[in-house]
């Protein structure tokens, strides 16, 4: 008797949420043990490219280079030979700029302390736009 109770309350709580009753899927006809897909990252620009040429050719040059390869990942990250970089998000990438990282024994400093947070966007919106177009 309990276990009817159980189940009774159950799949009135399921289908008040939205739920189907026992037929094994979800609203959108696929499994329920499908998790919801996750959004997209946002790799928007989000600051002025232009101004961020100028911070880039002033504190970024360097290390990653005029063409962006980072001297062949030698002495930065190679934007163009691993796009892969400039897929992750604004968060994770402004994170990585102003708190630095030491990624296979290569490490780029913390920028929070130099550039403020508009400059950081204005530099991330200036590799966005000059290398995430090229091949």
Known sequence: MR?????ALFSTLALACGG?????GNAAGGSAT????????DISLPGDAAAGEAIY?????ACHGADGTGNGGMTGGNF???????QKGNDVL?????????????VMPAWKDTLTEQERKDALSYI????GHQG
Do not use: Q, V, W
Not at 3 to 7: C, G, H
Not at 57 to 61: D, H, S, V
């Open 3 to 7: 276990t009817l109770l159980t189940l």
């Open 20 to 24: 189907e009753e026992a037929s094994g």
């Open 34 to 41: 499908e998790a919801p897909e996750a959004p997209a990252a």
């Open 57 to 61: 050719t002033a504190n970024c040059l």
């Open 80 to 86: 163009i030979g691993e796009p892969e970089r400039l």
């Open 94 to 106: 402004l994170g990585e700029i102003a708190n630095g990282i030491n990624r296979n024994g290569k």
């Open 128 to 131: 966005r736009h000059h290398f």
